[in-house]
T-cell receptor, first 116, second 113 residues
Framework: KAGVTQTPRYLIKTRGQQVTLSCSPI?????VSWYQQTPGQGLQFLFE???????NKGNFPGRFSGRQFSNSRSEMNVSTLELGDSALYLC???????????????FGQGTRLTVV | GENVEQHPSTLSVQEGDSAVIKCTYS??????FPWYKQELGKRPQLIID?????GEKKDQRIAVTLNKTAKHFSLHITETQPEDSAVYFC????????????FGTGTQLKVEL
């Protein structure tokens, strides 16, 4: 079974540009969550999508948005990039199909975004 | 919303010693507490988890304890080895509250020879 795949792995963008990151979850998983990882800040929750609907959102500005497609693949978009957006962006997939939430989250390798 | 605090942020131990990482959570309704290990340059991976109906769980050299009354849980690693060096994250899930997985800020564990 293929794991969680994120593309691209590395990205360099200029301040003010926008960027789209992609996450393909494990086959059969319906939940995709996005996290921003920076040194000293841990894994900060951006949002979670389940069955094409955003059902949880973190405390990030509206420049950060996302969506999920019918095949559960998810994209994250950041508009008007700022230097502080430089980070590792991780997505995680969970099945969440059995009514319980206590299921393991599987992470992708992440996309390293550098804003210059 | 749920808030998870984790301490210490860095921990250095001698090989063979024990390491303990502690986390507290804010929402008493949280009922699932996983721990993830992230080695340098790699993705976080689940190493152990505990549900709220259990007070302790062990898996070889790793154990997790949960105190629901105090709203804190801890990771215990015994007989530490160099390969235990990594960043460890605790997390909490509030089922029924959207199942959001909230992480602590991480602990950098260094096992010295």
């Amino acid at each position: 079974k293929a794991g969680v795949t994120q593309t691209p792995r590395y990205l360099i963008k200029t301040r003010g540009q926008q960027v789209t990151l992609s996450c393909s979850p494990i086959s059969g998983h319906r939940s995709v969550s996005w996290y921003q990882q920076t040194p000293g800040q841990g894994l900060q929750f951006l949002f979670e999508y389940f069955s094409e609907t955003q059902r949880n959102k973190g405390n990030f500005p509206g420049r950060f948005s996302g969506r999920q497609f019918s095949n559960s693949r998810s994209e994250m978009n950041v508009s008007t990039l700022e230097l502080g957006d430089s980070a590792l962006y991780l997505c995680a997939s969970r099945p969440l199909g059995g009514g319980g939430a206590d299921t393991e989250a599987f992470f992708g390798q992440g996309t390293r975004l550098t804003v210059v | 919303g749920e808030n998870v605090e984790q301490h210490p942020s860095t921990l250095s131990v001698q090989e063979g010693d024990s390491a303990v990482i502690k986390c507290t959570y804010s929402d008493s309704a949280s009922n699932y507490f996983p721990w993830y290990k992230q080695e340098l340059g790699k993705r976080p991976q689940l190493i152990i988890d505990i549900r709220s109906n259990v007070g302790e769980k062990k898996d070889q050299r790793i154990a997790v304890t949960l105190n629901k009354t105090a709203k804190h849980f801890s990771l215990h690693i015994t007989e530490t080895q160099p390969e235990d060096s990594a960043v460890y994250f605790c997390a909490a899930v509030l089922t029924g509250g959207g199942n959001k997985l909230t992480f602590g800020t991480g602990t950098q564990l260094k096992v010295e020879l």
